[in-house]
């Protein structure tokens, strides 16, 4: 093993997984925004900038459920710490001929990151456009999932590059 390679947090020295402990680290702000892409196609997309899918309005709901997800992320991925974000901001883009971009970021003041929050708003609100456009095609793709940037914490500001 390379010695100068980043210690996976979650593995303790005997190779056996662990919640990470965070009791001895002080809260600061911390900001996290993810994205993710939803290739819908030409007609599905028509249908939601009409806002004529049949099981509602389909952005709305991806928002509230993108929302509502960040707030269960320690529910859903076991090693996360319960977090209470203290906002969460789901924005939805149609963007032509045939995507759904969505960008979710989380806020909080805590001990540890709210990337999980954010990647887990992203995902659940792009599987909710799935799910509500799933009657008018079944070959939507979703991806890429992706951390956009990062604010907070002991390793500071951190932000894609491409």
């Known amino acids: 093993m390379n010695r100068r390679a980043p210690r996976l947090t979650h593995v303790d020295p005997r190779g056996r997984v662990r919640m990470v402990d965070v009791s001895g680290k002080r809260p600061t702000r911390r900001q996290a925004t993810a994205s993710a892409v939803v290739q819908v196609g ?12 049949a099981k509602g309005d389909a ?5 509230i459920a993108g929302i509502a997800a960040a707030k269960k992320t320690s ?14 901001d789901v924005q939805i883009e149609l963007a032509p ?12 003041v805590a001990r540890t990151g709210v990337e999980m ?12 456009i799935y799910d509500m456009c799933k009657a008018v095609r079944k070959d939507i793709v979703i991806g890429p999932i992706r951390l956009e940037e990062k604010r907070g914490g002991k390793s500071g500001q951190w932000r894609r590059a491409d």
């Not at 030409?42 to 899918?53: F, I, Q, T, Y």
């Not at 001929?97 to 909080?108: D, F, K, M």
């Not at 929050?117 to 909710?128: C, D, G, I, N, Y």
């Open 42 to 53: 030409r007609d599905v997309l028509e249908r939601l900038r009409a806002g004529v899918v």
């Open 59 to 63: 952005l709305a709901a991806a928002r």
């Open 75 to 88: 529910e859903l991925i076991p090693l996360c710490h319960g977090l209470s974000p203290d906002h969460v």
């Open 97 to 108: 001929p045939e995507n759904v971009r969505i960008r979710a970021t989380a806020r909080l």
């Open 117 to 128: 929050e954010a990647l887990v708003a992203a995902s659940v609100a792009a599987l909710t």
